[in-house]
């Protein structure tokens, strides 16, 4: 009875080697991308407490342009996945015709607003209390970034057409070569311009933000370049731009499937925008800690990140290809990874926690709080680790209807009016607030355990 207890949760050697194949470079890319923006973190942050807040506010925003872009090729991506696992080449193509369409509105779209309304929203997060920080300075800070950054919104784009189309198609080595690149060149770049050596200017949070910009285009250059110059192994590129015709009725169920995981992404990425402005009220301090909490806890969070993306490529094949019993046992036995993972990356962090914050230039009282909020952050680990592969789950059979209530339903309905009241109502002390904030989502687990136990979800979506 336990071997077979075993067998349902735990692969073998074979399972596991194709599993870190298609994982382990998405891991290494996000986990050299978060060890950059970490090292970044500190530069920015050693030059003061209020550039650090400026540019952590303006990530903030620039969070949500960055998830609708997920959002909305992520419901394009469902069909490219299927469609690759049941070998239909012109189907890919299709829906990478159909990203690049969507990547100029949403372009349009970011520039509209950021442009606008960004000062404005920058206000939202500069309230009193503590004794760190001082807002004016902070929000000039802020503007000076994000004026910089908007030049990154199109490039940001344009790769994330290509490389989403790669990932779902297997290939996720370029995408992490590249990765590696640019943020190789945004790190030097940041040395040389925050701090004005080598002969070069020091232009502090301006410098960061002409470092991504460049770091940006860098990315998007060589994965565009080695796609049109790899056809062999990318071919759905050929022809790809012969004219931007996607047949009706791929579009029609594109928008049909598509439209809740943009819809969800872009009021996800809202919602935890509301989340931080929500924490701001306590102070400025309370946002350079929880900036420096996001920032290391991202670092190693890339383990169960990555095993959502694992889930939704190798399960989006399975189900392309019929192979209905084989996508349930994988999406069960990567979760499993997935959670124990998680729990021992978790307890071994748990020792470091005191240890980051006394890595930046800023005072005592936010580096006590970012060591109490990233120790409670870790404690969710597990729990974020189920309730990401139930979501990419859900999400490869096509149930975009049933993620977007998951995901996005969660945080509006459940976790926003419960933080808003407790801040307003409760008289609580902020750390127990943020303690029933973040662990709320063990309720979702519940949730999520449940819609996959019923296996409607299991669904071949471009059976013809």
């Not at 920058?122 to 004794?131: F, P, S, V």
């Not at 790190?187 to 460049?214: C, M, Q, R």
Request: charged share 10%; hydrophobic share 50%; proline share 2%.
């Amino acid at each position: 009875m336990n071997l077979r207890f075993l067998s349902r949760y735990i692969g073998d050697r074979n399972f596991y080697r194709r599993l870190m194949m298609i994982s382990f470079p998405i891991m290494l890319q996000n986990g050299i991308t978060n060890f950059v923006s970490l090292l970044d973190n500190i530069m920015v942050g050693a030059v003061g407490t209020e550039q650090m807040s400026g540019v952590s506010i303006v990530g903030q925003l620039l969070f949500v342009y960055y998830l609708c872009i997920f959002g909305g090729f992520s419901g394009v991506g469902i069909f490219t996945s299927q469609y690759y696992g049941k070998g239909n080449t012109e189907g890919v193509r299709d829906t990478f015709r159909f990203k690049f369409v969507l990547s100029l509105l949403l372009f349009g779209l970011g520039i509209f607003i950021f442009t606008c309304f960004g000062d404005q929203l920058i206000q939202l997060y500069l309230h009193e209390g503590g004794e760190t920080g001082d807002l004016e300075a902070t929000a000039t800070y802020g503007h000076a970034y994000l004026m910089i950054m908007l030049w990154s919104l199109f490039p940001f784009a344009l790769q994330q057409v290509y490389a989403s189309t790669l990932r779902e198609c297997g290939e996720t080595m370029l995408p992490m070569k590249a990765g590696i690149i640019a943020i190789t060149v945004n790190l030097f770049l940041n040395y040389l311009l925050i701090f004005g050596h080598a002969g070069f200017p020091k232009l502090g949070v301006v410098g960061a933000a002409v470092a991504t910009v460049v770091s940006r285009y860098v990315e998007c250059c060589i994965i565009v370049w080695w796609t049109h110059f790899h056809k062999q192994r990318a071919s759905f590129i050929i022809g790809a731009y012969k004219d931007l015709r996607v047949p009706r009725r791929l579009t029609r169920e594109i928008i049909v499937k598509g439209t809740p995981l943009l819809i969800n992404e872009t009021l996800w990425s809202s919602g935890m925008a509301v989340v931080s402005q929500s924490y701001s009220l306590f102070g400025l301090a309370v946002v350079a800690a929880l900036n420096i909490t996001s920032t290391v806890s991202n670092l190693f969070s890339v383990v169960w990140l990555s095993m959502g993306t694992a889930v939704s490529i190798i399960v989006g094949h399975q189900l392309g290809a019929s192979h209905f019993e084989e996508a349930k046992d994988s999406v069960r036995k990567i979760t499993t990874f997935s959670v124990v993972v998680s729990t021992v990356v978790a307890l071994f962090m748990m020792l470091l926690a005191g240890l980051f914050p006394m890595l930046y230039n800023t005072s005592d009282e936010v580096r006590n709080l970012a060591a109490v909020f990233l120790r409670i952050s870790l404690l969710a680990y597990p729990i974020n680790a189920f309730a990401n592969c139930a979501y990419f789950a859900l999400r490869s059979g096509g149930k975009t209807w049933v993620t977007f209530l998951f995901d996005c339903g969660f945080l509006w309905v459940v976790r926003i009016p419960l933080l808003r009241l407790l801040i307003f109502y409760s008289g609580m002390p902020m750390l127990l607030i943020y303690t029933i904030s973040t662990m709320i989502d063990l309720l979702k687990c519940i949730v999520g355990f449940v819609l996959l136990k019923r296996g409607e979800w299991v669904n071949n979506i471009v059976e013809s």
